[in-house]
């Protein structure tokens, strides 16, 4: 039987192994924002890290894993926003505040953070292999909130319409808002733009509704 005395150790490991994962991504990300995706090594990932070659394939296959891994992270947070949403919310108001949650974690926090998101941003908009992977990650996205929206609107997700048409809308007013405030280094807010970009949408959103 497996005794009390066993936890501590476990949530240890369990703390030190997500801590050598942040550090990993953090450090993977900013030096391929700073010096370019092909320009940088795993060997110098490791080494600003502070781990072995080795340990960083414990943790990832590769550097283009660091920023898929980083991505699908993000698209649990817009899931979980979307899913603590009022019920009888509007569409466009419960997709609104979902989508928003990746945006205000690039601007929420000192301006070393923003940079540094900005940076991560731009990477991944301007490097052709990275961004396949970003839309990818959007179309799982799509599917996950589609359902979602169903699931709360009682539609069936396999044949109504109307779910992955929401989802997209949201996730294509997410982009464009991403997409305006990397081109604008940062000088556009980015929760500004999506609103500009919802107000656009959500009557088409909330059409159900009337």
């Known amino acids: ?3 009390d005395a066993t936890t501590p150790a476990v949530s240890l490991a369990e703390r030190k192994r997500l801590l050598v994962a942040t550090e990993l991504t ?3 990300l900013q030096l391929l924002a700073l010096k370019g995706f092909d320009a940088v090594t795993v060997d110098e990932i490791a080494t600003d890290a502070g781990v072995s070659k080795r340990t960083f394939f414990r943790y990832f296959a590769s550097k283009e894993d660091v920023v898929v891994q980083f991505l699908s992270g993000m698209g649990a ?3 979980a926003a979307l899913a603590g949403r009022p019920a009888d919310e509007p569409p466009s108001a419960s997709l609104r505040h979902a989508v928003a949650v990746p945006l205000a974690a690039c601007t929420d926090r000192h301006a070393d953070h923003a940079a540094r998101a900005l940076r991560v941003v731009q ?3 301007r490097t052709p292999a990275l961004l396949a992977r970003f839309l ?3 179309a799982d996205w799509r599917e996950t909130l589609a359902a979602e929206l169903a699931g709360r609107r009682g539609l069936d997700p396999a044949g109504d319409l109307y779910p992955r048409l929401a989802a997209g809308t949201a996730l294509v ?3 464009t808002a991403l997409q305006c405030w990397a081109d ?3 000088a556009e807010d980015p929760l500004e733009l999506l609103d500009r970009a919802f107000a656009v949408v959500a009557p088409a959103l ?3 509704d009337r």
């Open 173 to 175: 007013a997410f982009h």
């Open 136 to 138: 990818e990650r959007q």
């Open 184 to 186: 604008s280094d940062a």
């Open 123 to 125: 990477l991944i908009l």
């Open 77 to 79: 947070d817009i899931h």
């Open 1 to 3: 039987m497996t005794t």
């Open 26 to 28: 953090e450090s993977a």
């Open 206 to 208: 909330d059409a159900q």
